[in-house]
Structure formats: structure tokens, C-alpha cells
């Protein structure tokens, strides 16, 4: 799987957009960008993925680079409620291939 | 559907002793894993399954076994427990559509404490 590299933390107002970089510069071309959260003391969350076209869901929306090499999570109105560690994992979505959890950001919403 | 459940949510025990951290499901998915995360870290994947009666090891499997004699059930076995063995314990599952895996679901852990 290719690495990633995320801000160690990030501070977000509440009801402002969250936008949280990841950058794969190595990422190959049948692996996907998968992003999960895990709120304090919970088992993680996922929040969305993608391949190479933008994504959106009821959650948030997906932005990758054209070249792939780096994507951004946008949480458009973030609450206190999305406090989380957001974990950016590059994978190929095989039977064999687990989930890499490295890091994360800690994303720290802010009244 | 109750999702992923797990049992203790809690567990003190002993340098040298065994125990069984139990993981299901019943959403009826092939694959399920556990995961240990450590203070501060990321997770870090100990055994894996693809289906009943198949299991693999993941990156941290030393110390731990696991069987699949069901599609529900996933046990993770702590032969003799050590104090580099505290972590909190996660459960996962999820299923294959056209050879894609799908999004994992996880449990809510359990908070394994060895003395």
C-alpha cells in the first residue's frame, strides 16, 4: 500500500469548512484513497472513498488531484461533533489487503 | 442488526494468563480482522479472515491466535498475556462485491489491561 503523509492536528471553527490534506505521492493506479475517523474512545468510522473522481456523500466530500498524488477531505459544516482522528489510507481494495491505519490528524472543532 | 459486537468491553488480567476476546457479527460478511491500538497510535492489524475456516496474520500477530469456525464469530486468543500486550482490542467486518472490499465496519472495542 502507499504511504501517506497527514498533519499531525488541525483546528477547525464550528460551522466552518474542514478540509483535511493528505498527499500519496507513490499511490498506484488501482489503489484507492479511503478516509475514516475515529471519534474519542470509539472504534473507527468510515467517512467516505475514491478511486480518481471526486466523491460525495452524506458526510463529506472527497477532492483528488488530477496527477492522484494527493486528496482532501472536506467536512462542509463542521460541528463539535466531528472531533475526531481522520485517517487517510491508499489501498487496493483486495480479499488479501488490509486497512493500514498510520497517524491521522486530529481534527479539533472549535466553538 | 446489532453490527460488530464485542465482548469484555473491559479486561484486567495477569502477566501469564490466557483469555478469549470475542468478536460478531451479523451483517453475514466474509471478511473480519482484529486490530490493537496503543496510546496515542495508529491500529495496527494482529489476524485476519476471509471467510470461515480461513485466517492469516496481519502485521502484529505474535502472541495471539485466531480460528473462523463460523461466518459470525471471529475469537481472538491471548495465550499468555504480557504487559506489552495492553492496548485496546478492535474488531472488524466487512464484504466483497465483485472482488472489491467494501467499507469495514467496526466494533467498539475492548480495553485490555495486563499487569
Keep these: ?111 | 442488526n446489532a453490527g460488530v459486537t464485542q465482548t469484555p468491553k473491559f479486561q484486567v488480567l495477569k502477566t501469564g494468563q490466557s483469555m478469549t476476546l470475542q468478536c460478531a457479527q451479523d451483517m453475514n460478511h466474509e471478511y473480519m480482522s482484529w486490530y490493537r491500538q496503543d496510546p496515542g497510535m495508529g491500529l495496527r492489524l494482529i489476524h485476519y479472515s476471509v471467510g470461515a475456516g480461513i485466517t492469516d496474520q496481519g502485521e502484529v500477530p505474535n502472541g495471539y491466535n485466531v480460528s473462523r469456525s463460523t461466518t459470525e464469530d471471529f475469537p481472538l486468543r491471548l495465550l499468555s498475556a504480557a504487559p506489552s500486550q495492553t492496548s485496546v482490542y478492535f474488531c472488524a467486518s466487512s464484504y466483497f462485491l465483485a472482488g472489491v472490499q467494501e467499507t469495514q465496519y467496526f466494533g467498539p472495542g475492548t480495553r485490555l489491561l495486563v499487569l
Design chain 1, 1 to 111: 500500500d502507499a504511504k501517506t503523509t497527514q498533519p499531525t492536528s488541525m483546528d477547525c471553527a464550528e460551522g466552518r469548512a474542514a478540509n483535511l490534506p493528505c498527499n500519496h505521492s507513490t499511490i498506484s493506479g488501482n489503489e484507492y484513497v479511503y478516509w475514516y475517523r475515529q471519534i474519542h474512545s470509539q472504534g473507527p468510522q468510515y467517512i467516505i472513498h475514491g478511486l480518481k473522481n471526486n466523491e460525495t456523500n452524506e458526510m463529506a466530500s472527497l477532492i483528488i488531484t488530477e496527477d492522484r498524488k494527493s486528496s482532501t477531505l472536506i467536512l462542509p459544516h463542521a460541528t463539535l461533533r466531528d472531533t475526531a482522528v481522520y485517517y487517510c489510507i491508499v489501498r487496493v481494495p483486495n480479499a488479501g489487503n488490509m486497512l493500514t491505519f498510520g497517524g491521522g490528524t486530529r481534527l479539533m472543532v472549535k466553538p
